[in-house]
């Protein structure tokens, strides 16, 4: 329970469903700064563990907080900082799920006689008959589908994960809170990362990693000379803004090179790209070892595009696409689906 509306509804459908829930809130940071003031974001603040508390007293259930500081920043900032260190774009909230809520967290749960874990994504999770395997599906509206950031999840990790709310629309979730009186029905969803103060990403990982602000230079696909940079972790491929650049046409990250502390830029077309490689995949349906023809999401926001993908190792994969994509990232995550079925992914190299 994050003190959110969607885990919220999804500890209330339970509860009003008859089976025997127990609330649990992860305390994932210190929250409180030298000065006094929050040290990370709003969200998964102490307001919010204080929230998950109202909740779960309005739908009476017993409530624990649970310490998971050293292992968040292990397993979830530590990445986020080498990651961008390294020239890559991390997606935090990919690993928070998978090696937290539904690892470390399944583990806790068993330690409280709990047979599942649920929360408040919006995905479905349903057992194929003929195969046997846990699916692992979209939730179905489309604007507030998760799947992209459950890819992760193994087979043991899908047989205990429950996600009340994947079968509903969002304004249904919180009408539903409304008429249950919980006291977060009207509260805003969060849109930052929980453990970066005011947006300044940067600034983060300059405290944890002083190099990572090593000046370099900006140079265009041919090597030449454009301008200089405060950091490498500063740009991401597919960045317009902020390069400080005065020339005829806009230039575009196109690439990092973090050995030789170079931002490659270029123009817009240059962006354009038909394959990728990734690795750390993860497969929840069998691993294509023959090509197989797919949709592939790139990004959160990105709309699914056609791609015909291949296993090239136990947990590397390539995919072509039918056409070019835009700001193929490195760091990010690609996610393959057959319809609304995820398939695997993996993070883009």
Not at 7 to 14: E, G, I, N
Not at 301 to 306: F, I, L, N, T
């Amino acid at each position: 329970m994050s003190g959110g509306v969607d885990s919220s509804v999804a500890a209330a459908l339970l509860a009003e469903q008859g089976h025997d829930v127990i609330g649990l809130s992860m305390q994932l940071y210190d929250a409180s700064g030298a000065d006094g003031r929050a040290s990370f974001g709003s969200c998964c603040s102490i307001d919010d563990l204080h929230d998950a508390r109202r909740v779960a007293a309005v739908i009476d259930i017993p409530h624990y907080i649970l310490n998971f500081e050293r292992q968040f920043d292990e397993q979830v900032v530590s990445n986020f900082v080498h990651e961008y260190a390294a020239g890559r774009t991390p997606l935090p909230c990919a690993h928070c799920n998978s090696d937290l809520k539904f690892a470390t967290l399944v583990e806790r749960a068993r330690g409280f006689g709990a047979d599942m874990v649920a929360t408040g994504h919006y995905a479905r999770v349903e057992r194929d008959a003929a195969s046997g395997r846990f699916l692992l599906k979209r939730g179905v509206d489309p604007e507030k589908d998760q799947s992209y950031f459950l890819f992760p999840l193994t087979q043991d990790q899908l047989a205990h994960a429950v996600f009340p709310v994947g079968d509903r629309p969002k304004d249904e979730v919180r009408e539903y809170a409304r008429r249950r009186r919980l006291p977060v029905a009207g509260k805003p969803d969060s849109q930052e990362i929980c453990f970066i103060p005011d947006h300044d990403y940067a600034a983060f990982v300059t405290e944890r990693v002083p190099a990572a602000a090593r000046e370099g230079a900006i140079v265009d696909a041919q090597g030449r000379v454009l301008g200089s940079h405060g950091g490498i972790h500063r740009f991401t491929v597919g960045q317009r803004k902020g390069l400080g650049l005065s020339t005829p046409a806009p230039m575009y990250v196109l690439e990092l090179r973090p050995a030789e502390r170079q931002v490659v830029v270029g123009p817009r077309a240059s962006l354009e790209q038909t394959m990728l490689t990734a690795s750390g995949v993860n497969w929840i349906l069998d691993a294509p070892v023959e090509p197989r023809t797919v949709t592939a999401q790139i990004r959160h926001r990105h709309h699914p595009a056609p791609a015909i993908v291949r296993a090239t190792g136990p947990s590397t994969a390539e995919a072509v696409f039918e056409t070019p994509q835009i700001a193929i990232t490195p760091g990010q995550a690609v996610v393959f689906y057959d319809g609304d079925v995820v398939v695997g992914g993996g993070w883009i190299d």
